[in-house]
C-alpha cells in the first residue's frame, strides 16, 4: 500500500451537508481497499476559473493509502461522482517532505541558540 494524497473540490452547495458528499468519498476509497489516514478541510474557496458553471468550491484533502492498482479505479469512479466538481490524486515527495523538516527543525534550534545567547547578555 502506498500513500497518497486526494484533493477533492467538492459542489459548492453541499457546504451544510458536507459529511454525506465526504462519506461517499471514503466508501470509494475503503471499497477500492484503501483507507483514509487524514483529512485537511479547507473550506469554501473561490476558483481561479469557472469549472461546471461554478466559480466555487469546497476544498478537502485526504491522505489516503491505496494499492497503486486501486487508483485508477478510484479516479474512474470519482469521475462519475456528482458531488465531486475535481480531483487531483498525487503520491507525496517524501524525500521533499523530510527535506522541509529537517530545515524546519535546523531553524528553531538556530533561533532557540540565539534566544539563550540574547538571554546571557542581558
Given at each position: 500500500m502506498?500513500?497518497y494524497?486526494?484533493?477533492i473540490?467538492?459542489?459548492?452547495d ?9 462519506e ?7 471499497k ?18 469557472n469549472?461546471k458553471?461554478?466559480d ?5 484533502f485526504y ?6 492498482s486501486?487508483v485508477?479505479t478510484v479516479?474512474?469512479?470519482?469521475n ?11 503520491k507525496?515527495?517524501?524525500k ?5 523538516e ?12 540565539e534566544?539563550a545567547k540574547e538571554?546571557?547578555t542581558?
Amino acid at each position: 500500500m502506498n500513500s497518497y494524497e486526494l484533493a477533492i473540490l467538492y459542489d459548492p452547495d453541499l457546504e451544510i451537508d458536507l459529511a454525506k458528499a465526504a462519506e461517499k468519498v471514503i466508501a470509494i476509497v475503503t471499497k477500492n481497499g484503501g483507507k483514509v489516514t487524514a483529512e485537511d478541510n479547507w473550506g469554501k474557496r473561490k476558483l481561479a476559473y469557472n469549472i461546471k458553471g461554478h466559480d466555487m468550491a469546497v476544498y478537502v484533502f485526504y491522505t489516503v493509502s491505496l494499492d497503486p492498482s486501486a487508483v485508477a479505479t478510484v479516479e474512474s469512479t470519482l469521475n462519475i461522482t456528482d458531488e465531486v466538481i475535481r480531483f487531483l490524486i498525487t503520491k507525496p515527495d517524501t524525500k521533499a517532505i523530510k527535506k522541509a523538516e529537517s530545515i524546519k527543525a535546523s531553524r528553531a534550534k538556530h533561533a532557540k541558540r540565539e534566544e539563550a545567547k540574547e538571554e546571557s547578555t542581558n
